[in-house]
């Protein structure tokens, strides 16, 4: 098993409540859809900032 660490993640309430029932709908845990869009990201690398 690797290695883990564990965060706080602050969201709005709409943000939440807007995962929290994409998540029922798709038959999955808020946990996993979260990191289902984190590994999206890291393999898309979608979002680009100048800097």
């Given at each position: 098993m690797e290695?883990?660490?564990q965060i706080?993640?602050?969201l709005?309430?709409?943000v939440y409540e807007a995962?929290?029932?994409e998540a029922e709908?798709?038959?999955i845990?808020?946990?996993e859809l979260i990191?289902?869009?984190i590994d999206y990201y890291r393999s898309h690398k979608i979002?680009?900032?100048d800097g």
């Open positions: 290695n883990r660490k706080t993640l602050r709005p309430d709409g995962l929290k029932e709908r798709m038959g845990s808020t946990h990191m289902w869009a979002l680009k900032i």
